[in-house]
């Protein structure tokens, strides 16, 4: 038994990366092409399906951070990148380049089947958690639906956070959406074994380092996955609802790539706060 896991596992695991490659073997045409073609009309939109834990492809980043000023006692610089990677961007500013590192905060999420409710702790993931809230402020992820489901042996994860995953059924560019910028991952596990417990929240991103943005994926199960996405919280009130979402299954709709598809049972994010 133990044998036929480890196989599952690293089937996953190779499909993941294999997916990571393209995705970066695609950003280097698109630098390519746009090199050619100057800087004027160097404007591309991604298009095509969304793929296992992604936001957009990100290239040629500037940072706004607390670079050289005074950090205020109790609190961590934050570094947030503009987004220039031609992806569908929600822009709603940039949240403080500050944030406090000390006490926890409750994401909640009214959802359409019932409240999901997670307990965030500042001192693991600081400028995730302002991230969180000053989009939260904004109404970012009010009325957006979870977009992508992934239920095999070795990993059971729901992805959301794409502002502009809105509306009846699905579309091809649900998961390639996100806000102005971009953040560094923090609180990366260190547990080989289990590295995203059941019960977790976790960043996407693109497979590259700081491209971290507003989509996250909740695990249903301990889910194996390589240690690259932030660790967010812990879901204390709501994980059967998630359940209840993987146990219907997905449409199959990336079968032919990295697997899953769109959830057969929706779950709509009416709201989504901070406190």
């Not at 993941?16 to 404007?43: D, F, N």
């Not at 934050?78 to 994401?107: E, Q, S, Y």
């Not at 000053?134 to 070795?154: G, I, M, P, Q």
Request: with cysteine; charged share 20%; hydrophobic share 35%.
């Amino acid at each position: 038994m133990s044998s036929i896991k480890d196989r599952q596992r690293a089937a996953a695991r190779a499909r993941l990366e294999k997916e990571m490659q393209e995705r970066a073997a695609a950003a280097r045409k698109r630098r390519q092409k746009q090199a050619i073609i100057g800087t004027a009309l160097a404007v591309v939109v991604i298009a095509g399906a969304a793929v296992w834990i992604v936001t957009a492809l990100k290239d040629d980043k500037k940072t706004t951070s607390t670079a050289g000023s005074a950090v205020p006692a109790g609190s961590v610089a934050c570094t947030w990148t503009p987004d220039t990677g031609g992806g569908k961007v929600k822009d709603v500013g940039t949240p403080p380049t500050t944030a406090p590192n000390t006490g926890t905060a409750t994401l909640t999420m009214d959802t359409n089947l019932g409240k999901i409710v997670a307990t965030l702790d500042k001192s693991k993931v600081p400028c995730t958690t302002a991230s969180f809230t000053y989009l939260a402020s904004k109404k970012f992820w009010d009325n957006t639906k979870c977009h992508r489901l992934v239920n095999e042996a070795s990993f059971k994860v729901l992805q959301c956070g794409d502002p502009f995953a809105t509306g009846k059924g699905y579309r091809e560019t649900d998961g390639q959406g996100g806000p102005s910028y971009t953040m560094g991952e923090e609180n990366l596990p260190t547990d080989t074994n289990k590295p995203y417990p059941a019960g977790s929240i976790a960043m996407a991103n693109t497979g590259q380092a700081g491209s971290t943005g507003s989509q996250f994926f909740i695990c249903s199960e301990d889910t194996q996955l390589p240690a690259s996405y932030t660790l967010l919280g812990t879901i204390t009130t709501g994980l059967d609802l998630v359940k209840g979402v993987v146990k219907a299954g997905d449409d199959g709709a990336f079968a032919s790539s990295a697997g899953g598809g769109h959830p057969k049972k929706e779950l709509d994010i009416k709201a989504l706060t901070m406190s």
